[in-house]
């Protein structure tokens, strides 16, 4: 099994930047992809960006394009989500989601992140 410990979040002010951390433990060799979502408070969860294991090829939500950087540390086993201009719409919790081989995926358990205007 794979297990995420995230790590990162805060409060920040609008246009401050935040990095947030995710370590991948256990059988990561089944990682084919790792992404982040979030979710704000009455709000459905939503994806925010995704890395492919191997390739490193990126996606990102529209919302965030330009601002967010996802990146990967494949020694560490860490998924980084870089969001620089933060603004108060990207307050939320965010998680990170491991897909694995299998069609199986793992969530984190998530991280606050409060942008203050």
């Known amino acids: 099994q794979v297990q995420l410990v995230e790590s990162g979040g805060g409060l920040v002010q609008a246009g401050d930047s935040l990095r947030l951390s995710c370590a991948a433990s256990?059988?990561?060799?089944?990682?084919?992809?790792m992404g982040w979502f979030r979710q704000a408070p009455g709000k459905e969860r939503e994806f925010v960006a995704a890395?492919?294991?191997?390739?490193?090829?990126?996606t990102y939500a529209d919302s965030v394009k330009g601002r967010f950087t996802i990146s990967r540390d494949n020694a560490k086993t860490t998924v980084y989500l870089q969001m620089n201009s933060l603004k108060s719409e990207d307050t939320a919790v965010y998680y990170c989601?491991?897909?694995?081989?299998?069609?199986?995926?793992?969530w984190g358990q998530g991280t606050q992140v409060t942008v203050s205007s």
């Open positions: 989601l491991a897909g694995l081989r299998g069609s199986y995926n793992i």
């Open positions: 256990g059988r990561t060799s089944s990682i084919l992809n």
């Open positions: 890395v492919t294991w191997t390739s490193g090829s990126t």
